[in-house]
């Protein structure tokens, strides 16, 4: 669908799953390694294998290089010294680093759609998580966070700048990975994430910019302790070397 706003295509990349198709074999191999690594099928510290990665995806080599390549100016794959090609570990300099950033270009995002918003643009954020109570109760948690990425690219999305939604696109597959690491998929916690969104709408609702960058401020803050807390608990060395599965279980507990 076409950005009347902004008067350009948005690029495949920058929208939801579903939206556009992925024009070239390489895209399409970017986008079905990248969701294995974001999702923790590749697990952080991982050797890639792109000879299986071939054979399971039916790429040939040129588009799963192109695409390994792409997934490296995206600091989810490392290229090293000894020619192998490693998942991004994940340390606490990392994710303290990631929010950081994420913060302060989150901020941007929101200030400049608040100024570009409409009386439907309110709606549909305000309606973002109306699916979510089922979901919760149904046990689909990861379906939640997908909402809470719609919810958070919505302002990347509408802010009008092409060169934030790629940082912010960018920063998300890292954040996404985090959650998969360490998120809390317990029916309560899965609650209080929803609720934790809901002054940013109040702000915006309101076209108030002081309370929105203070709602974000708060929630992006919220979210790094969160993640900090949990990824300390767990043990960073282990976090490492830990079977996805397992920690995934312990995190549903």
Not at 13 to 32: I, N, V, Y
Not at 134 to 155: K, Q, S
């Amino acid at each position: 669908m076409a950005n009347e706003r902004l008067g350009y295509r948005p690029l495949p990349e920058l929208m939801p799953d579903g939206d556009e198709p992925a024009a070239t074999q390489a895209a399409r191999a970017h986008a079905a390694i990248r969701r294995k690594i974001v999702t923790c099928e590749l697990r952080p510290g991982s050797v890639v294998n792109e000879r299986a990665l071939m054979e399971a995806l039916d790429f040939g080599r040129t588009p799963v290089r192109e695409a390994l390549l792409r997934l490296a100016s995206e600091r989810l794959v490392v290229f090293k010294a000894n020619q192998s090609i490693q998942v991004a570990p994940v340390g606490f300099e990392e994710v303290r680093e990631l929010y950081e950033v994420r913060l302060h270009a989150e901020r941007l995002a929101w200030r400049l759609s608040l100024h570009r918003r409409n009386d439907e643009d309110v709606e549909r954020l305000a309606h973002c998580f109306d699916t979510a109570g089922a979901l919760i109760d149904a046990g689909r948690a990861t379906d939640v966070v997908n909402l809470d990425f719609d919810f958070h690219a919505f302002a990347w999305r509408n802010a009008g700048n092409r060169f934030l939604a790629h940082h912010l696109y960018n920063l998300g597959g890292l954040s996404y990975r985090l959650w998969h690491l360490t998120g809390d998929r317990s029916p309560p916690h899965m609650h209080e994430l929803v609720n934790s969104h809901m002054p940013i709408v109040d702000a915006f609702r309101a076209g108030d910019e002081a309370q929105l960058d203070q709602a974000v401020t708060k929630h992006v803050n919220d979210a790094f302790e969160f993640v900090m807390e949990r990824l300390k608990g767990h043990g960073l060395d282990r976090v490492r070397q830990i079977d996805i599965v397992e920690l995934g279980r312990k995190a549903a507990r």
